[in-house]
């Protein structure tokens, strides 16, 4: 398991639209600095509007083509039809199609949801966690899921998160449209990214996902209905809590450039 002559990066997450709002600035850092970057997306089938959108929003990253497993949103069930709700998928199966992506890419740091499933606890972002934990111990072993391709390991997992010190904000707004919000102790973020430089093209990857800026719930609808002066400290630090463990041999990369 040589590792890659170019930094690498690849990005799990359950929903179109969590790439641009939980980790834009970071993707966009890497890409800018020469890494190949990547994203997988659990839920929505590629013939819907929001895998247009996810296309338009990995653009704008540098983020490659969308990588989309196809599962059904738990809450939206023509997200994928004839396709089971990720929820309800085997862990086993959802594991297999994200070490797939790992084999493929092999990327260096992998990164995806925390255990809260981030700040509404969603069970897509739930499970893709869990599964996106057991793809990254199961993607080095040569005998698990053989047939997903030759073994690679990451150098490091991480999870986006977000602290209770920073929370207080978009826990207010989200309580107006009747989300509640699950944040971490401060301690356990081990990286807290400014991204500052890449900030406009977040914001435009965010926007990119148009269906969901137009409604009144979603987080980038809330966040577009704020000026800049309010909306930017709310997008300008990414927040990761390392999951991976402190024995692994070799180099470790850091999420910051």
């Given at each position: 398991?040589?590792?890659?002559?170019?930094?690498s990066?690849?990005?799990?997450?359950?929903?179109?639209?969590?790439?641009?709002?939980?980790?834009?600035?970071?993707?966009?850092?890497h890409?800018a600095?020469?890494?190949?970057?990547?994203?997988v997306?659990?839920?929505?089938?590629?013939?819907?509007?929001?895998?247009?959108?996810?296309?338009?929003?990995l653009?704008?990253?540098?983020a490659?083509?969308?990588?989309?497993?196809?599962?059904?949103?738990?809450r939206?069930?023509?997200?994928?039809?004839?396709?089971?709700?990720?929820?309800?998928?085997?862990?086993?199966?959802?594991?297999?199609?994200?070490?797939?992506h790992?084999?493929?890419?092999?990327?260096?740091?992998?990164?995806?949801?925390?255990?809260?499933?981030q700040?509404?606890?969603?069970?897509?972002?739930?499970?893709?966690?869990?599964?996106?934990?057991?793809a990254?111990h199961?993607?080095?072993?040569?005998?698990?899921?053989?047939?997903a391709g030759?073994?690679?390991?990451?150098?490091?997992?991480?999870?986006?998160?977000?602290p209770?010190?920073?929370?207080?904000?978009?826990?207010?707004?989200?309580?107006?449209?009747?989300?509640?919000?699950?944040?971490?102790p401060?301690?356990?973020?081990?990286?807290?990214?400014?991204?500052?430089?890449?900030?406009?093209?977040?914001?435009?990857?965010?926007?990119?996902?148009?269906?969901?800026?137009?409604?009144?719930?979603?987080?980038?609808?809330?966040?577009?209905?704020?000026?800049?002066?309010d909306?930017?400290?709310?997008?300008?630090?990414?927040?990761?809590?390392?999951l991976?463990?402190?024995?692994?041999?070799?180099?470790?990369?850091?999420?910051?450039?």
């Amino acid at each position: 398991m040589d590792q890659p002559s170019r930094p690498s990066l690849l990005a799990v997450f359950g929903h179109p639209d969590d790439e641009a709002l939980l980790a834009g600035g970071v993707l966009a850092q890497h890409a800018a600095a020469g890494a190949d970057t990547a994203v997988v997306t659990a839920t929505w089938a590629s013939v819907t509007h929001r895998a247009a959108e996810l296309a338009d929003a990995l653009a704008v990253l540098g983020a490659g083509e969308p990588r989309m497993l196809g599962y059904a949103d738990a809450r939206v069930p023509e997200s994928a039809p004839a396709r089971p709700r990720l929820c309800d998928t085997p862990i086993d199966e959802l594991t297999e199609a994200i070490v797939s992506h790992i084999r493929a890419v092999r990327p260096q740091i992998l990164i995806t949801h925390d255990a809260y499933g981030q700040l509404t606890g969603h069970p897509d972002h739930v499970r893709t966690h869990q599964a996106t934990l057991l793809a990254f111990h199961a993607a080095g072993l040569e005998h698990r899921y053989p047939d997903a391709g030759p073994p690679w390991r990451p150098q490091a997992l991480y999870a986006a998160t977000h602290p209770h010190s920073r929370a207080g904000t978009l826990s207010a707004l989200m309580k107006r449209v009747g989300k509640t919000t699950l944040s971490v102790p401060d301690e356990q973020v081990t990286a807290a990214v400014d991204v500052g430089s890449h900030l406009d093209q977040k914001w435009r990857a965010i926007l990119a996902h148009r269906s969901q800026v137009s409604r009144e719930r979603p987080l980038p609808g809330i966040l577009s209905r704020l000026a800049p002066v309010d909306r930017e400290p709310l997008i300008r630090t990414e927040y990761f809590t390392r999951l991976s463990p402190d024995h692994m041999p070799g180099t470790r990369p850091n999420l910051v450039i």
